[in-house]
C-alpha cells in the first residue's frame, strides 16, 4: 500500500514538474511575453509549482545517486576500496531520500493550503452566558500570542463586547506564510471547564465558542452588484464609545439577497470603513458558500467548523482543574493548558498536521 501511495505521489509530481517547463517555455514566447495578463497569470502559476517542483527535483536527483551508490556496492567490476566508499554512502542517502518523499508528501497534500496567506477567523459566544464571553476573550489572546510567536500580523475587523472585558463576537483577519496550514485546524465547537470569576461558590461551569476559519484568497472571483445583490441597513453604532459612536449612523449591516448571508460591522467610527470592512467579510463568506456548494469533502469540513454553539458540538476542550487540553478529532490529551493559553500551540497543532497529512495521503 505504502509503495503504491508513493508511485502515485512521483507520478504526480512528474506531471507538475512537465506543467512547470511548460509554462517556463511560455513565459519566454514573444507572443505572450507582450500580454501581461497573461503573464502575471503564469508568473503566479509558476510560484505556485516552485514550491513542489524545487524539492522534487533535490528528490530526483538523491535518487539518482542512491541507485547509483546501490549498484556500485554489488558490482563485482569495481574494486574493494570503491564499493566499500559506495556502500557506506547508501546509509545516508537512504535516510536523506526518506525525509525528502515525507516533505513531498506533506507539501502535496497541503499545497493548496499553502497557498492562502490571508484568513478571516471569527469567535463566537456559545452556551455559558457572561461565561462564554469571557473564554471568546481568552481564545482571542491565546492566539494572539500564538500569532506574534509565529510572526503573523492579525487585525480586529469587528468585536461585540459584553459586561467583564468578554466579548460575544470578535472577527479577525491574519496574514503571513503558511497562515491557513497553522490555524486551519482550529474552526469549530471549543469547551472551557472552570470555575468562573462570577462563580461565588466555586463550582466548576461548562462553557463553548465557536470558531470559524475562513480562507481569504488573493483573488476572489465572486461577482456581486452591490447595487442590486444585496440591501444595506445604517444605524447607529451602540455601546461604549463617546458621542460620534451613539449618535451618528456609522454601522453598516449587509444582507446578500440570494443566499441571506448577512454581516454586520460598527468597529469604526467612519461609515464608510465600516462598509468596506463589511464588504471584504461578505465576499469572504460567500467564496466559502460556493466552495461548499460545489466542494463534498469542503462541505463537511465547514460543517465541523461552525455549530450551534452548543457544549456537544465540539472539537477541543479545555479542562482548567485538570490543567488539560483535549482534542477530540485525534484523541490527544495535553496536560498543558496553561501554556497553551499563552500562545504555546506548537504541540498541538503539530499533531493535527501529522494526523491530516496521514488521512490526506491515504487518498492520493
Not at 99 to 104: A, I, K, P, T, V
Not at 145 to 163: A, F, P
Not at 275 to 298: S, V
Amino acid at each position: 500500500m505504502a509503495q503504491e501511495v508513493n508511485e502515485r505521489l512521483i507520478a504526480k509530481l512528474g506531471e507538475l514538474k512537465a506543467r512547470h517547463d511548460v509554462l517556463n517555455e511560455q513565459l519566454v514566447d514573444p507572443v505572450i511575453a507582450v500580454d501581461p495578463t497573461q503573464t502575471i497569470a503564469i508568473t503566479k502559476e509558476l510560484g505556485r509549482l516552485r514550491r513542489l517542483v524545487e524539492p522534487f527535483c533535490e528528490f530526483t536527483r538523491v535518487c539518482e545517486e542512491l541507485d547509483d551508490a546501490r549498484a556500485m556496492a554489488v558490482d563485482p567490476a569495481q574494486d574493494d576500496d570503491l564499493r566499500a566508499l559506495a556502500e557506506a554512502e547508501v546509509g545516508p542517502l537512504t535516510a536523506q531520500h526518506d525525509d525528502l518523499l515525507e516533505g513531498l508528501k506533506f507539501a502535496l497534500v497541503s499545497d493548496d493550503d499553502a497557498s492562502i496567506t490571508s484568513i478571516i477567523v471569527e469567535i463566537r459566544a456559545g452556551t455559558g452566558g457572561a461565561e462564554a464571553a469571557l473564554f471568546v476573550r481568552d481564545l482571542y489572546e491565546m492566539y494572539l500570542r500564538y500569532c506574534e510567536k509565529k510572526k503573523l500580523s492579525m487585525e480586529v475587523l469587528d468585536q461585540s463586547g459584553r459586561d467583564m472585558g468578554g466579548f460575544k463576537e470578535i472577527i479577525l483577519n491574519v496574514k503571513g506564510p503558511d497562515v491557513y496550514r497553522l490555524l486551519g485546524y482550529e474552526g469549530g465547537g471549543h469547551r472551557v471547564q472552570r470555575v468562573p470569576a462570577t462563580e461565588a461558590q466555586g463550582r466548576i461551569h461548562t462553557s463553548a465558542a465557536t470558531v470559524a476559519v475562513l480562507p481569504e484568497p488573493e483573488e476572489v472571483n465572486i461577482d456581486i452588484n452591490w447595487d442590486t445583490d444585496t440591501e444595506e441597513f445604517v444605524s447607529r453604532a451602540g455601546g461604549p464609545g463617546g458621542q460620534n459612536v451613539n449618535k451618528v449612523s456609522s454601522a453598516i449591516r449587509l444582507v446578500h439577497l440570494a443566499t441571506n448571508i448577512t454581516v454586520s460591522m460598527r468597529d469604526e467610527k467612519s461609515q464608510h470603513k465600516n462598509r468596506a470592512k463589511a464588504r471584504r467579510i461578505m465576499q469572504t463568506r460567500l467564496y466559502d458558500h460556493f466552495q461548499r456548494e460545489n466542494n463534498a469533502e469542503r462541505a463537511s469540513v465547514r460543517k465541523t467548523m461552525v455549530g450551534s454553539g452548543d457544549r456537544s458540538q465540539r472539537i477541543r476542550t479545555y479542562n482548567f482543574p485538570q490543567n488539560r487540553v483535549t482534542d477530540h478529532r485525534i484523541g490527544l490529551d495535553l496536560h498543558s493548558l496553561e501554556k497553551i493559553m499563552q500562545g504555546e500551540l506548537d504541540e498541538l497543532i503539530e499533531a493535527l498536521q501529522t494526523h491530516d497529512k496521514e488521512e490526506r495521503i491515504k487518498n492520493l
